[in-house]
């Protein structure tokens, strides 16, 4: 095959395709190609917008000389389009006056909306398939390719500058060329991989593509030397602190929306009025309250001193006393699905603190998670595997009292989101003392006491794995934790169960473990 350099001179646009479905902007940019004596090509609806406003079109049908059939899935799909698009200018020359080709320099293209239908509820296959876009595409791609020659505009945000050179210079540059080119290339990508997302029922197929928009330039990242951007996943919405409105403060930091994110995985967990405070995503406070003060109180008091500069979020509506509790304390982020008037005047007070409103009607547990690995991404579904009283096994003598079966069930629902080796301690539904990211699991149970600093009769210790020796159940029987919940499956299993009988705990075993690396 031949091969030949691409043109790099600037290029003189005499005739441009405009085929859109967004048509924000469409009118004005098409009025000032009119007016630089750019001839317009055009389809269906498109063409009826621009003759409304009075801009020279000429239908694609009479350009070709075929018409639009089978509902309009056949429009562009033509030889006098894409050979006009495609074609190299200083080889195809003679080739294509033989078969009446001629040129079109710039293409102006966006396609069906996708991801609009496919997050209608209850949408049926038949329309998801139907608005999957061909001539766009095709289009698209073919101007992108002959950079040397076309131009191509994907994004009506592009349409000023383009427009600002073309009447400026009288021509596109190579430059400008390139770089449409390259976010064209991305449209096409973006919108293939949204529909292959969507259509393959696989949950790790052979290849995996993400869709990622870039959300926000970050200041740095975990530390100052260290750049950052914050991206979003394009689909379906979930419980994503991407997708909040900050009410007021400064812009979330790359630590803030680790932590705002753990926050909000943590806090739906919960249906009653509930508090989670983090640190260094970690939990530091977790508490279930008869109402939203109540259960702020709660968690804030389980580790007082580590809830200092944290990041706290209820799931329910910040009020103004709530409010008032909140301000005694420095916090870097406050997370709710909603303030009251009254509420956000008080928090004001505090310029820099962020005020965040989530979605409650968010969901994640469909979600998967994805971590880096150095060239590679390692991919798994989100934990969200609930227990309940029916899988709880006792395993010892002593058999847990109803108020120890309940609170083991939230204390699991908060252990999940524990760095492992997690070790949580629990009481009438909130942390007492937490246990985090050790590499000894005694050292967690130690730590867990430690915090505690309250009296931990009739507590529950909840363990994210199993116990390997007993020297732990030893420890713990000082303390008075009266029950134990933990996976179970070491091969000393009877032996630290045979501890619980002696030191006359209940124990029981949810054959699940719930690490978090």
Not at 58 to 83: C, H
Not at 136 to 157: C, D, E, Y
Request: glycine share 6%; hydrophobic share 40%.
């Amino acid at each position: 095959m031949k091969i030949t350099n691409i043109n790099e001179k600037p290029v003189v646009i005499k005739r441009a395709l405009i085929s859109v479905f967004d048509k924000t902007g469409v009118v004005e940019i098409a009025k000032k190609l009119d007016s630089l004596n750019v001839e317009i090509i055009s389809t269906g609806g498109t063409a009826s917008t621009l003759k409304k406003a009075n801009v020279n079109v000429i239908n694609v049908s009479d350009f070709t000389g075929f018409p639009e059939v089978m509902d309009g899935r056949i429009k562009t799909i033509n030889p006098l389009i894409e050979g006009g698009i495609l074609g190299l200018r200083d080889r195809h020359q003679i080739e294509a006056s033989n078969v009446k080709i001629k040129w079109i320099d710039l293409v102006i293209c966006n396609l069906y909306p996708f991801q609009k239908i496919i997050n209608e509820e209850n949408v049926s296959i038949s329309k998801v398939y139907e608005n999957i876009d061909i001539g766009g595409p095709t289009m698209i791609r073919s101007a992108a390719k002959n950079i040397g020659w076309v131009s191509v505009l994907t994004n009506h945000k592009d349409y000023d500058d383009y427009i600002l050179e073309l009447s400026e210079k009288k021509c596109i540059s190579f430059e400008t060329r390139k770089k449409l080119s390259i976010k064209a290339f991305k449209t096409s990508a973006n919108y293939e991989s949204t529909i292959h997302n969507y259509l393959n029922d696989e949950k790790f197929p052979d290849s995996f593509t993400l869709n990622l928009k870039k959300h926000s330039d970050l200041r740095y990242g975990e530390n100052p030397h260290q750049l950052a951007a914050a991206y979003k996943i394009d689909g379906k919405e979930s419980i994503n602190i991407l997708s909040s409105e900050i009410i007021q403060g400064k812009k979330l930091s790359y630590n803030n929306l680790m932590d705002s994110n753990a926050n909000l995985n943590c806090l739906f967990e919960f249906n009653q009025p509930s508090c989670v405070i983090i640190k260094h995503a970690n939990p530091c406070g977790v508490a279930i309250g008869k109402n939203i003060k109540d259960s702020f109180l709660k968690a804030f008091n389980c580790d007082s001193l580590s809830a200092f500069g944290g990041i706290v979020g209820v799931n329910e509506i910040c009020d103004e006393d709530l409010a008032k509790e909140m301000n005694k304390i420095f916090f870097e982020v406050i997370l709710a699905p909603g303030y009251t008037n009254k509420a956000i005047k008080v928090l004001s007070k505090k310029k820099n603190l962020r005020l965040i409103k989530f979605n409650k009607e968010y969901s994640s547990n469909n979600s998967l998670e994805l971590r880096d690995l150095n060239g590679g991404v390692l991919i798994q579904e989100f934990d969200s595997l609930n227990i309940s009283e029916n899988n709880l096994q006792v395993v010892t003598k002593v058999k847990p009292e109803k108020k120890h079966i309940e609170d083991m069930l939230f204390g699991w629902k908060v252990l999940k989101h524990i760095k492992s080796n997690g070790i949580l301690i629990v009481k009438n539904f909130k942390t007492i003392g937490i246990g985090a990211g050790q590499v000894s699991r005694i050292d967690s149970v130690d730590i867990a006491i430690n915090k505690s600093k309250k009296d931990l009769n009739n507590s529950v210790l909840c363990s994210d794995a199993f116990f390997p020796f007993r020297d732990s159940i030893d420890k713990i029987a000082k303390t008075g934790i009266k029950t134990i919940i933990q996976p179970g499956g070491s091969i000393k299993d009877e032996e630290v169960i045979q501890a619980c009988d002696e030191h006359k705990i209940s124990m029981v075993f949810t054959g699940n473990r719930c690490f978090k690396h």
